[in-house]
């Protein structure tokens, strides 16, 4: 039985279309999961009232159970016009589009809902990274250079 599944896999014909689509995913996920929680925590960091229920609200997607995600995504892709995100298009003279049923929404779709998911706990920490760094470190100092035409040392 051991070797028997590695050798099942690797004659499997939909070997290479697995493959690349999570190199597709771990690429979509890169370019959308790193950025958008250091924006957000760069946001956050501005912010000088209400940074508690910020804090909560980014940390929320983590502690929400995934059968609620799961059901909360449901209706946010709702191909039909009723559908959260195609209402919002709507509203901008977009017809609803069908997010989880077409090939070429579908894997998007799922990475904006896996950068939700995760993103959280990375703003929480790039937020804290970002708050540890002393403002006066953060501001720009005035020059000490020598004005001009003035020679060092007189």
Request: net charge neutral.
């Given at each position: 039985?051991?070797?028997?599944?590695?050798?099942?896999?690797?004659?499997?014909?939909?070997?290479?279309?697995?493959?690349?689509?999570?190199?597709?995913?771990?690429?979509?996920?890169?370019?959308?999961?790193?950025?958008?929680?250091?924006?957000?925590?760069?946001?956050?960091?501005?912010?000088?009232?209400?940074?508690?229920?910020?804090?909560?609200?980014?940390?929320?997607?983590?502690?929400?159970?995934?059968?609620?995600?799961?059901?909360?995504?449901?209706?946010?892709?709702?191909?039909?016009p009723n559908g959260v995100f195609n209402t919002v298009l709507g509203w901008v003279g977009i017809g609803p589009q069908p997010w989880l049923q077409s090939q070429a929404q579908a894997m998007p779709s799922l990475v904006i809902e896996a950068t939700w998911a995760a993103a959280g706990g990375s703003i929480i920490i790039y937020l804290a990274a970002l708050l540890a760094v002393p403002r006066s470190s953060t501001t720009r100092r005035r020059s000490t250079a020598p004005a001009s035409g003035a020679r060092p040392g007189t």
């Open positions: 039985m051991g070797f028997d599944n590695f050798i099942a896999v690797l004659n499997d014909p939909l070997l290479g279309t697995a493959v690349l689509n999570t190199i597709y995913f771990a690429v979509l996920a890169l370019v959308m999961g790193f950025p958008i929680p250091i924006l957000m925590a760069v946001l956050m960091s501005e912010v000088r009232r209400g940074k508690g229920i910020y804090s909560a609200l980014a940390y929320l997607p983590v502690v929400v159970p995934p059968v609620v995600a799961v059901l909360l995504w449901k209706v946010f892709y709702d191909a039909s």
